[in-house]
């Protein structure tokens, strides 16, 4: 492909990204492959350097652009119009001087101002949509870190992580099998949280496909058990392979249904040494990853959000046996989703009592410890570990 030929399909794959967003549909990735699909001819380089300006497009632009054109005009120079908007064949008609330019932005306006209101300053919000690394977790149940680093020379240690490794963007990491994990760094700190450790009894409420639960049975060395559970099928169903795959034998899974956990969990009533809820989120703290989730956030989408936070919280403090842990994890530098909906819990309930915790990276807020791009070089996060009276 020409680099007119690639602008233009940077254009056409950006059209059906805003029009998945307005409508709901799917995930820019998923658009990607679905396009390439359909165009075989288009070689590696040419998808690369597609994807590479499609998603600089996104990171660039805060507010929802009104066309792809737009949007891509927005992240090209005046030498790069004249060269990729040549009007050539498959090429973007020329630019016109005064047509539509989007304008360059950080986030939606009405979230600008509740970071500000979070503490969020705008040289933090911009490491928000910055690319994020690519980070893994030594499964210590199968391997040493210190032996896939021999493996690896370009891998580095993470400061704090005794399992953490960051490698080059793009490794494969598929030779790795279930001796290591894809994990951000950020999501093995927040899980360290959860302390836990062999013989532990510990449930994962909000498991998705498990990489907090199989991080937590590495640490428990095989001794214990580790229950993860989920309302979705299709993520939880991945679980059973990878934990077979990673020697965590102590992994059970339980599917539940939306509204009626407490039903499907009445064994584990205050019985848990610890509860892990990594709850439903806005996902601002995974910006890195998924930058497009700025022009699908709404307020009323994160209105929902809170109610089913403090709902989770509630059904797990019914789980966490007298004096055992609720650990509580937002992938949101929020404080609607974070510290306030601590500090709500636990005016609601006299006794629960956010407990100090000594991790390798973030600062205190409120009643847990809040991890930022800009701060920490992960993704973002709130977690609180809540203790139960005695």
Not at 50 to 60: G, L, N, P
Not at 165 to 178: E, T
């Amino acid at each position: 492909m020409t680099p007119g030929a690639r602008a233009q399909a940077a254009i056409e794959l950006l059209d059906e990204i805003i029009m998945a967003v307005r409508g709901g549909g799917a995930a820019a990735d998923t658009l990607i492959a679905r396009y390439f699909a359909r165009r075989r001819y288009a070689g590696s380089a040419d998808r690369r350097a597609v994807r590479e300006q499609v998603y600089a497009a996104i990171r660039a632009l805060g507010e929802v652009p009104e066309t792809g054109r737009a949007a891509l005009l927005a992240v090209t120079d005046g030498r790069g119009r004249d060269a990729l908007f040549d009007g050539a064949a498959h090429a973007p008609a020329p630019y016109t001087p005064g047509e539509p330019v989007a304008v360059a932005g950080l986030a939606p306006q009405w979230l600008v101002a509740a970071f500000a209101r979070s503490d969020i300053d705008p040289t933090a919000l911009a490491a928000m949509v910055a690319r994020a690394p690519l980070d893994i977790r030594v499964n210590r149940l199968l391997a040493d870190r210190d032996a896939m680093i021999a493996e690896i020379p370009a891998a580095q240690p993470i400061a704090g992580l005794p399992d953490g490794l960051r490698l080059p963007a793009g490794h494969d990491v598929a030779p790795l099998g279930g001796r290591a994990e894809v994990q951000d760094a950020g999501s093995q700190i927040v899980t360290m949280a959860a302390a836990a450790a062999p013989g532990m009894a510990i449930v994962d409420l909000c498991a998705g496909a498990g990489g907090k639960a199989l991080a937590m049975a590495a640490s428990m060395a095989g001794s214990g058990e580790v229950l993860a559970c989920d309302i979705d099928r299709d993520r939880l169903s991945r679980l059973a392979p990878r934990a077979a795959l990673a020697g965590a034998a102590i992994i059970s899974t339980r599917l539940l249904d939306p509204m009626r956990e407490l039903e499907a969990l009445a064994d584990w009533h205050a019985r848990a040494d610890c509860v892990l809820i990594d709850a439903p989120c806005s996902g601002t703290g995974t910006w890195r990853r998924n930058p497009e989730g700025r022009w699908r956030l709404t307020p009323a989408m994160l209105e929902k959000l809170r109610a089913a936070q403090a709902r989770l919280l509630e059904i797990g403090a019914a789980l966490v046996r007298p004096g055992g842990a609720l650990v509580y994890v937002v992938c949101s530098l929020l404080d609607e989703e974070g510290a306030a909906q601590v500090a709500r819990f636990c005016l609601a309930h006299p006794g629960w009592q956010p407990a100090p915790l000594s991790l390798p990276a973030g600062e205190a807020r409120g009643g847990g410890v809040r991890l930022s791009p800009h701060r920490d070089s992960t993704d973002g996060f709130f977690v609180a570990r809540l203790e139960a009276p005695c």
